[in-house]
């Protein structure tokens, strides 16, 4: 049966319309399906970019964790500390002892970038604070802070806010346990507080991500609300930890803390739509949010999505159109048909050209052997011309070493349709770069194409590479630092160090050299890596060389680092390059090692890529090089501390035996209530008292003192002066007896509190031995005055009848030596006479001589002789003695030899002593010399005039040069004596010389000779 032509006209619009529906909903489906494919596709990879740099983020900061444990363990397992912690609360007023455990917080806070420690004691006190200005321990921290003591395990507290200043706080509670007993013995607890804001939160911010829109932050939950741990990016001006409605089930921050972990679509504290990847982060009750908005995420495929919507449309137009004319003219839709076909193909190309043309991303097109098609990105991406890229095949893009797996790629994506690749391709200029490819294989015109869209991906791999740089480097300084921490022997720190440094941070070689004992020449100490034999050819030195202008060398120096990112062609290498190029170094680093503020050596860092040694890297390597700098200043300060230790420990013990055993009586005193807390056996022993009854006992208790207000004045020049020697008094002893003692007393501390130490001499015998030598001294002065006046008088009496017998005798002289009227026999008689007179008169001389001296010594005594000073010439006086005694020198075949420096050689002097000085030296030299000569000299200086009278006489022994100026005393004493005389000569010499302000000296030698040397003040000419 045939249809009708109306019939046949419906079925056809009918089948026509079917075939319009299936053809509309299949480009719909393809749309929708091509649109959820590209947008999984980039879903996967923020997810994958998302979960990457949340587990980074967390492994950061539990490593920050553990950093800060190590950190806290230092008090935690620190004995020495402890025992700071029990003396200072033993004593909280021993100002030493809170000193020294100040220094040491105050160290630490410094050290680990605290902003606050307390010292809480177990009654919940804070004893103890080292703090910035204006920070307070809230009351709830303290009550945490106890409540470890029953763990006794280091813990951190949630993030708290301070209530003046609205500053977020992160502490650290360590309890410290004392273990040496049976039982534990709780001390206190250390409260060490963090500003988060200054490691913490910038760390937790720096997402790894290419969104702009990206952020991560923490969240905690608290009862039926969401706590904001860390600051936001897109919201300022919000109060610390501030809370939000956890009844908001979309918010990835409610998702969060109802303990689900993962990626998840989201709205926002904004109110914008975000993917967001929620973990938990180990140990803690908080959780990390690391979300991005979706809008910038899918902006990509959005544009895909409109193109795709508007060809989808287009489409619908002209089916719409074909079915319309299909219905109008069954001849003209088969016609119309084939038009369509070729339409849609056309669309399809114009789609393709669309993506080629405008697509941010490189897009390809290939028939498997060569391109048929390119956009503009890959024009500027390759270098290459549209016409150029024609001509090229996938091959020719890629890098040689990629080229071994190309055919198993290429038949994944045959197999598969589609495929996703990190590859390495080539520009026309023949750089090299990484890119991420993601091809598939679609129908064009019936014929299979492949669509290629490339992403240039250098950015994300330079970031990933400094990142693992970054890692590395806080690594070797976290491994490093715990070290320091567990370590206190300074060679093996410096051995591990540098293993860790290569083993860890993946350097080829890391070297640490010292300055050798206060030279110029640096020796390394220690190494670690690829040296063969480099580091025993350096030869570095601080000199100005070559050896010394290298990097190790000119670091230390100049207390700086010195980089060098391209040793083959910096010149600061040449002493070394060939060897360290060969061993395949091509940068290094060298860092001071500075301590107590002097440069003491270097550690540096070998890498084998150029470049290695960028501005994180040396702020990082820096940092490591102070810490080792530090962990050695702190172990010599703690060698030294214990030194003093001992030798306070050997002092405290040389002490206690000495205030047992020492002479005088000794006695300690509070210096507060002046109560005696401790006496030695010798002062119990001086005053009578038993010891108990001394003890507690003030000294105006046991009415010690005779005189109560030598006690006010001994106090008032102890408290002025800080102490008080050799104050005599006389105290009181039990049976009343008065003791007169000779005192000497200093301030001095004891366990924290000022006291008086006093040492008491018993000065009773030297006392009564005083008085017997004030009475035999005034008996003896009042002996000398007596003896003075007496030869004084005697003198007088003397002389005048001596000069009576030298006159008389003189005229009888001259009388007799008158021969004219003599007979010989007369003669005779007369010639003994005249021997009689004369010996006479030499002995009246002698006499006079003798009581002359006599005279002048009792005047000097009774200090009745009185002094012409005038300017003097002493070289007129030696020539006038010179005259005087060369008749008896030449008798005795003597030589007097003068020299003298100068003609005018002056003094103020009186001119008779002058004169009778130089006549007793010459005249002893004269008679005491029987060959030789006698030599006489003079000379003058700026200050002073030097006389020597050296004879080659009978010398002086050193025993009789003691004496020999003494009164009546000679080298020769008693009536067998060789020389006659007085003894008074060289007394006189020596007094008159010493009353004109100079001085005589003597040095002599038995059988060779004396010399005198005469020394007075010069007179200016």
Same mark, same amino acid.
């Given at each position: 049966?045939?249809?009708?032509?109306?019939?046949?006209?419906?079925?056809?619009?009918?089948?026509?319309?079917?075939?319009?529906?299936?053809?509309?909903?299949?480009?719909?489906?393809?749309?929708?399906?091509?649109?959820?494919?590209?947008?999984?596709?980039?879903?996967?990879?923020?997810?994958?970019?998302?979960?990457?740099?949340?587990?980074?983020?967390?492994?950061?900061? &539990?490593? #920050?964790?553990?950093?800060?444990?190590?950190?806290?363990?230092?008090?935690?397992?620190?004995?020495?500390?402890?025992?700071?912690?029990?003396?200072?609360?033993?004593?909280?007023?021993?100002?030493?002892?809170?000193?020294?455990?100040?220094?040491?917080?105050?160290?630490?806070?410094?050290?680990?970038? *605290?902003?606050?420690?307390?010292?809480?004691?177990?009654?919940?006190?804070?004893?103890?604070?080292?703090?910035?200005?204006?920070?307070?321990?809230?009351?709830?921290?303290?009550?945490?802070?106890?409540?470890?003591?029953?763990?006794?395990?280091?813990?951190h507290?949630?993030? #708290?806010?301070?209530?003046?200043?609205?500053? =977020?706080? @992160?502490?650290?509670?360590?309890?410290?346990?004392l273990?040496?007993?049976?039982?534990?013995?709780?001390?206190?607890?250390?409260?060490?507080?963090?500003?988060?804001?200054?490691?913490?939160?910038?760390?937790?911010?720096?997402?790894?991500?290419? *969104?702009?829109?990206?952020?991560?932050?923490?969240?905690?939950?608290?009862?039926?609300?969401?706590?904001?741990?860390?600051?936001?990016?897109?919201?300022?001006?919000?109060?610390?930890?501030?809370?939000?409605?956890?009844?908001?089930?979309?918010?990835?921050?409610?998702?969060?803390?109802?303990?689900?972990?993962?990626?998840?679509?989201?709205?926002?504290?904004?109110?914008i739509?975000?993917?967001?990847?929620?973990?938990?982060?180990?140990?803690?009750? #908080?959780?990390?949010?690391?979300?991005?908005?979706?809008?910038?995420?899918?902006?990509?495929?959005?544009?895909?999505?409109?193109?795709?919507?508007?060809?989808?449309?287009?489409?619908?137009?002209?089916?719409?159109?074909?079915?319309?004319?299909?219905?109008?003219?069954?001849?003209?839709?088969?016609?119309?048909?084939?038009?369509?076909?070729? +339409?849609?193909?056309?669309?399809?190309?114009?789609?393709?050209?669309?993506?080629?043309? *405008?697509?941010?991303?490189?897009?390809?097109?290939?028939?498997?052997q060569?391109?048929?098609?390119?956009?503009?990105?890959?024009v500027?991406?390759?270098?290459?011309?549209?016409?150029?890229?024609?001509?090229?095949?996938?091959?020719?893009?890629?890098?040689?070493?990629?080229?071994?797996?190309?055919?198993?790629?290429?038949?994944?994506?045959?197999?598969?349709?589609?495929?996703?690749?990190?590859?390495?391709?080539?520009?026309?200029?023949?750089?090299?770069?990484?890119?991420?490819?993601?091809?598939?294989?679609?129908?064009?015109?019936?014929?299979?194409? /492949?669509?290629?869209?490339?992403?240039?991906?250098?950015?994300?791999?330079n970031?990933?590479?400094?990142?693992?740089?970054?890692?590395?480097?806080?690594? /070797?300084?976290?491994?490093?630092?715990?070290?320091?921490?567990?370590?206190?022997?300074?060679?093996?720190?410096?051995?591990?160090?540098?293993?860790?440094a290569?083993?860890?941070?993946?350097?080829?070689?890391?070297?640490?050299?010292?300055i050798?004992?206060?030279?110029e %020449? =640096?020796?390394?100490?220690?190494?670690?890596?690829?040296?063969?034999?480099?580091?025993?050819?350096?030869?570095?030195?601080?000199?100005? &060389?070559?050896?010394?202008?290298?990097?190790?060398? &000119?670091?230390?120096?100049?207390?700086?680092?010195?980089?060098?990112?391209?040793?083959?062609?910096?010149?600061?290498?040449?002493? #070394?390059?060939?060897?360290? /190029?060969?061993?395949?170094?091509?940068?290094?680093?060298?860092?001071?090692?500075?301590?107590?503020?002097?440069a003491?050596?270097?550690?540096?860092?070998?890498?084998?890529e150029?470049?290695?040694?960028?501005?994180?890297?040396v702020?990082?390597?820096?940092?490591?090089?102070?810490?080792?700098?530090?962990?050695?200043?702190?172990?010599? $300060?703690?060698?030294?501390?214990?030194?003093?230790?001992?030798?306070?420990?050997?002092?405290?013990?040389?002490?206690?035996?000495?205030?047992?055993?020492?002479?005088?009586?000794?006695?300690?005193?509070?210096?507060?209530?002046?109560?005696?807390?401790?006496?030695?056996?010798?002062?119990?022993?001086?005053?009578?008292?038993?010891?108990?009854?001394?003890?507690?006992? %003030?000294t105006?208790?046991?009415?010690?003192?005779?005189?109560?207000?030598?006690?006010?004045?001994?106090?008032?020049?102890?408290?002025?002066?800080?102490?008080?020697?050799?104050?005599?008094?006389?105290?009181?002893?039990?049976?009343?007896?008065?003791v007169?003692?000779?005192?000497?007393?200093?301030?001095?501390?004891?366990?924290?509190?000022?006291?008086?130490?006093s040492?008491?001499?018993?000065? $009773?015998?030297?006392?009564? $031995?005083e008085?017997?030598?004030?009475?035999?001294?005034?008996?003896?002065?009042?002996?000398?005055? +007596?003896?003075?006046?007496?030869?004084?008088?005697?003198?007088?009496?003397?002389?005048?009848?001596?000069?009576?017998? +030298?006159? *008389?005798?003189?005229?009888?002289?001259?009388d007799?030596?008158?021969?004219?009227?003599?007979?010989?026999?007369?003669?005779?008689?007369?010639?003994?006479?005249?021997?009689?007179?004369? $010996?006479?008169?030499?002995?009246?001389?002698?006499?006079?001589?003798?009581?002359?001296?006599?005279?002048?010594?009792?005047?000097?005594?009774?200090?009745?002789?009185?002094?012409?000073?005038?300017?003097?010439?002493?070289?007129?006086?030696?020539?006038?003695?010179?005259?005087?005694?060369?008749?008896?020198?030449?008798?005795?075949?003597?030589?007097?030899?003068?020299?003298?420096?100068?003609?005018?050689?002056y003094?103020?002097?009186?001119?008779?002593?002058?004169?009778?000085?130089?006549?007793?030296?010459?005249?002893?030299?004269?008679?005491?010399?029987?060959?030789?000569?006698?030599?006489?000299?003079?000379?003058?200086?700026?200050?002073?005039?030097?006389?020597?009278?050296?004879?080659?006489?009978?010398?002086?022994?050193?025993?009789?040069?003691?004496?020999?100026?003494?009164?009546?005393?000679?080298?020769?004493?008693?009536?067998?004596?060789?020389?006659?005389?007085?003894?008074?000569?060289?007394?006189?010499?020596?007094?008159?010389?010493?009353?004109?302000?100079?001085s005589?000296? @003597?040095?002599?030698?038995?059988?060779?000779?004396?010399?005198?040397t005469?020394?007075?003040?010069?007179?200016?000419?």
């Amino acid at each position: 049966m045939k249809l009708s032509h109306s019939d046949a006209k419906i079925s056809f619009e009918k089948k026509a319309l079917f075939f319009l529906i299936i053809f509309i909903a299949s480009f719909l489906v393809f749309g929708a399906v091509y649109f959820n494919h590209r947008k999984e596709i980039l879903t996967k990879e923020v997810h994958n970019e998302l979960s990457l740099a949340a587990k980074e983020h967390t492994a950061q900061i &539990t490593g #920050w964790f553990d950093d800060k444990e190590v950190e806290a363990s230092v008090f935690h397992e620190s004995s020495q500390f402890k025992d700071d912690v029990i003396r200072f609360f033993n004593n909280p007023q021993n100002i030493t002892n809170k000193n020294f455990l100040v220094n040491w917080l105050a160290t630490a806070k410094k050290q680990y970038n *605290y902003v606050g420690i307390f010292l809480i004691n177990p009654q919940g006190k804070v004893s103890l604070s080292v703090a910035q200005s204006g920070l307070n321990l809230p009351s709830h921290q303290v009550i945490k802070a106890l409540s470890s003591i029953d763990t006794g395990e280091i813990s951190h507290s949630d993030f #708290w806010a301070d209530s003046l200043a609205n500053d =977020v706080y @992160l502490s650290y509670i360590v309890p410290l346990i004392l273990r040496n007993g049976i039982v534990p013995k709780p001390l206190g607890v250390l409260v060490l507080v963090i500003d988060p804001a200054r490691s913490f939160f910038p760390a937790v911010q720096s997402i790894p991500l290419k *969104y702009n829109s990206a952020e991560c932050y923490l969240v905690q939950k608290d009862s039926n609300y969401v706590t904001y741990l860390s600051p936001l990016k897109f919201i300022s001006n919000v109060p610390s930890l501030f809370k939000k409605d956890i009844t908001d089930t979309l918010d990835p921050s409610a998702i969060a803390v109802r303990s689900k972990e993962g990626v998840y679509e989201g709205i926002d504290y904004r109110k914008i739509p975000v993917l967001a990847d929620v973990r938990k982060v180990p140990g803690t009750d #908080w959780y990390m949010i690391v979300k991005a908005d979706q809008k910038e995420v899918y902006k990509p495929i959005y544009h895909e999505a409109y193109l795709i919507l508007a060809i989808v449309f287009s489409l619908i137009i002209v089916a719409v159109l074909i079915f319309y004319f299909m219905v109008k003219d069954h001849k003209s839709r088969v016609s119309r048909i084939e038009y369509e076909k070729k +339409l849609e193909q056309q669309a399809l190309i114009t789609h393709f050209e669309y993506l080629e043309k *405008y697509g941010n991303d490189i897009i390809l097109l290939s028939d498997g052997q060569h391109f048929i098609g390119c956009n503009e990105a890959a024009v500027a991406a390759y270098g290459y011309t549209r016409e150029e890229f024609l001509k090229l095949s996938v091959k020719d893009l890629r890098a040689p070493e990629t080229l071994n797996i190309f055919e198993d790629q290429f038949s994944q994506l045959l197999r598969n349709k589609t495929m996703h690749i990190e590859t390495i391709h080539i520009r026309k200029n023949g750089q090299r770069f990484p890119v991420d490819v993601s091809a598939r294989i679609i129908e064009v015109g019936g014929k299979n194409l /492949i669509q290629s869209v490339i992403t240039d991906i250098t950015e994300r791999k330079n970031y990933q590479y400094k990142l693992e740089k970054s890692n590395r480097v806080y690594t /070797i300084l976290s491994n490093i630092n715990q070290l320091i921490v567990r370590d206190r022997n300074r060679q093996r720190i410096f051995d591990e160090a540098c293993r860790i440094a290569v083993e860890d941070g993946k350097f080829l070689m890391t070297t640490i050299g010292i300055i050798e004992n206060g030279s110029e %020449t =640096v020796k390394i100490v220690s190494k670690y890596g690829v040296d063969n034999g480099y580091t025993d050819q350096m030869n570095i030195t601080l000199a100005e &060389t070559d050896y010394g202008k290298g990097p190790g060398g &000119t670091s230390i120096r100049t207390k700086k680092y010195v980089v060098s990112n391209n040793i083959a062609d910096d010149p600061i290498m040449v002493p #070394w390059r060939t060897r360290a /190029i060969n061993n395949g170094y091509r940068s290094m680093a060298s860092f001071p090692l500075i301590v107590f503020e002097k440069a003491i050596g270097f550690i540096a860092f070998y890498s084998g890529e150029t470049d290695f040694f960028t501005e994180d890297e040396v702020k990082l390597l820096s940092e490591l090089a102070s810490d080792i700098s530090y962990s050695v200043e702190f172990l010599d $300060t703690e060698q030294q501390r214990k030194r003093s230790m001992e030798q306070l420990q050997k002092s405290e013990e040389k002490f206690s035996l000495a205030f047992k055993n020492i002479p005088d009586g000794v006695a300690i005193t509070r210096l507060s209530d002046g109560k005696i807390i401790e006496v030695n056996q010798k002062f119990i022993d001086v005053l009578g008292f038993s010891r108990g009854e001394m003890i507690g006992k %003030t000294t105006t208790e046991l009415n010690l003192w005779n005189n109560p207000k030598e006690r006010d004045e001994f106090i008032d020049l102890l408290s002025g002066k800080g102490e008080v020697v050799g104050y005599e008094t006389v105290l009181r002893s039990k049976n009343n007896e008065l003791v007169p003692l000779l005192v000497s007393a200093s301030i001095i501390e004891i366990n924290g509190e000022a006291c008086i130490i006093s040492a008491a001499q018993d000065i $009773t015998e030297r006392k009564r $031995t005083e008085q017997e030598l004030i009475k035999a001294k005034e008996k003896a002065e009042e002996m000398n005055r +007596l003896k003075s006046n007496f030869l004084a008088i005697m003198s007088h009496e003397l002389r005048t009848p001596l000069i009576g017998i +030298l006159g *008389y005798s003189e005229l009888l002289e001259l009388d007799l030596s008158d021969k004219s009227d003599l007979s010989d026999k007369s003669e005779l008689e007369n010639e003994d006479s005249l021997n009689m007179v004369r $010996t006479i008169n030499s002995s009246g001389k002698r006499l006079l001589r003798t009581l002359n001296q006599v005279l002048n010594i009792s005047k000097i005594e009774s200090e009745k002789y009185s002094f012409d000073l005038v300017k003097c010439n002493v070289a007129e006086f030696i020539k006038k003695s010179n005259q005087l005694f060369e008749a008896a020198a030449k008798e005795k075949n003597l030589e007097i030899e003068l020299k003298l420096s100068d003609e005018n050689i002056y003094i103020n002097a009186d001119k008779d002593l002058c004169f009778s000085i130089l006549d007793n030296l010459m005249n002893n030299a004269v008679r005491f010399t029987e060959q030789g000569k006698i030599t006489v000299s003079a000379k003058q200086t700026v200050d002073k005039v030097v006389i020597e009278i050296k004879d080659t006489g009978i010398g002086i022994s050193e025993k009789d040069q003691q004496i020999i100026f003494e009164e009546f005393r000679q080298a020769s004493e008693g009536l067998s004596r060789t020389f006659e005389g007085t003894g008074l000569g060289l007394t006189i010499v020596k007094r008159y010389t010493e009353a004109m302000g100079g001085s005589v000296k @003597l040095k002599s030698k038995v059988g060779e000779g004396s010399t005198f040397t005469l020394e007075f003040p010069s007179a200016k000419i």
